[in-house]
């Protein structure tokens, strides 16, 4: 049981720095980092739609995983054995 409440504290803190990254490369509508730094970065980050539907559709992959892994933790600590 705690090896994989430790596998499950790594995939947690992984899938955040992750999710992060991604949320920051989605070019919003007036936020992101594609436009907090100019236009320069926009064209390198974001050059076609299809880029765009990756970098969401991995971002919403990224944030499923994050939720399973946080609830998978919780259910393990809840109905792990009492440590004597």
Known sequence: ???LQLA???IIVV???LCVMFVL???GKG?????MFGGGMTQSLNTS???Q???VRMTTVLAIVWVLAIVGYALSLRFA????
Do not use: F, H
């Open 1 to 3: 049981m705690e090896i």
């Open 8 to 10: 499950l504290q790594v």
């Open 15 to 17: 899938t955040s720095i």
């Open 25 to 27: 490369l989605n070019k």
């Open 31 to 35: 936020g992101g980092l594609s436009d």
């Open 49 to 51: 739609g299809a880029a």
């Open 53 to 55: 539907r990756n970098v």
């Open 81 to 84: 054995p009492p440590v004597v």
